[in-house]
């Protein structure tokens, strides 16, 4: 996202934009000369005004000159531009710690539900999850990028779901990972986690979570919704 709005604007104006977020813009207007800008850009003060109109050509801030100097205020397209930038950057120092995974809301075969309501494996996620799963996997049809970033998984720490048995076969075990949903309106269920059986009939391409509750119905999700799946702690 970001890499797309560089390329609107360019990284020198991104730099002014950032200059104005860090003295208030996105508050509202501020006040600013552009020879103060160009003393805190290192460069000239036609280069400090042409930065500025750019970004007001992009729609990104708004302007009101007046005899000393402007008012300037960061536009919504704007503040979007700059927090492109600092996804990308928690992206890159925050890596260890969650792994965005894009995807859409998925019909599976009908069998999640039989396997979670198990209680060979309700007890271990009682105990070790701390919830009584909703009986059902949410299956997430992942993006080919995230079907990539998806082994980046096994570097966090799992809770682990031990394999059993009963008189009559064995039952696999299986990895959870805490996990936030967040929808494409912006709605987010945190108390959640993607579950991986060693034994599934699915491929890497399908991301399977559970929750305390039913995900299709808290979030109104349904079939093709898009979905970004954050996994691992942030805290
Ligand atoms: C906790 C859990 C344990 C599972 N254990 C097994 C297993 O022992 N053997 C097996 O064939 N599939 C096992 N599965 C995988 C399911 O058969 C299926 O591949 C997967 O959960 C997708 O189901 P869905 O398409 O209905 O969502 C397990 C699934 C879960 C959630
Ligand atoms: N926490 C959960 C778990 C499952 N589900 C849904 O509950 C239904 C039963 O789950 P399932 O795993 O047996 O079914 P499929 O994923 O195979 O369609 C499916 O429609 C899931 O998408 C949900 O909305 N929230
Ligand atoms: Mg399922």
Redesign the pocket.
């Known amino acids: 996202m970001s890499i797309t709005a560089a390329a609107a604007v360019g990284h020198d104006e991104l730099a002014v934009l950032k200059l104005l977020a860090l003295e208030g813009g996105l508050e509202g207007d501020v006040k600013i000369s552009c020879s103060h800008l160009a003393d805190r850009l290192d460069a000239s003060n036609q280069t400090a005004s042409r930065r500025l109109q750019r970004l007001e050509s992009e729609g990104l801030l708004e302007r009101d000159t007046v005899s000393d100097g402007q008012w300037v205020a960061i536009t919504d397209d704007g503040e979007q531009t700059l927090h492109g930038e600092y996804e990308d950057y928690r992206r890159i120092f925050e890596t260890d710690s969650e792994i965005e995974l894009d995807g859409t ?10 396997y ?1 309501s198990l209680s060979g494996y309700m007890r271990q996620f009682e105990d070790r999850l701390g919830y009584e ?7 997430v049809d992942l993006r080919e990028d995230s079907v990539r970033r998806r082994s980046a998984i096994t570097s966090l720490e799992p809770v682990p779901i031990d394999g059993w048995e009963d008189d009559e076969r064995t039952y696999g075990p299986a990895v959870c990972h805490r996990a936030t949903i967040e929808t494409a309106t912006g709605e987010r269920y945190e108390d ?1 986690h993607i579950i991986a059986p060693e034994r599934t009939h699915h491929d890497e391409d399908q991301l ?11 979030l109104g ?1 349904e079939d093709d919704d898009h979905v970004t799946v954050y996994v691992g702690d942030r805290r």
Not at 105 to 114: D, I, Y
Not at 133 to 139: A, D, E, I, K, S
Not at 208 to 218: C, Q, Y
């Open positions: 809301v998925t019909s599976g075969m009908g069998e999640g539900r039989h979670i799963p909703f009986p059902g996997t949410l299956n959640a399977e979570v559970i929750a305390p509750e039913k995900l299709r119905e808290e999700l």
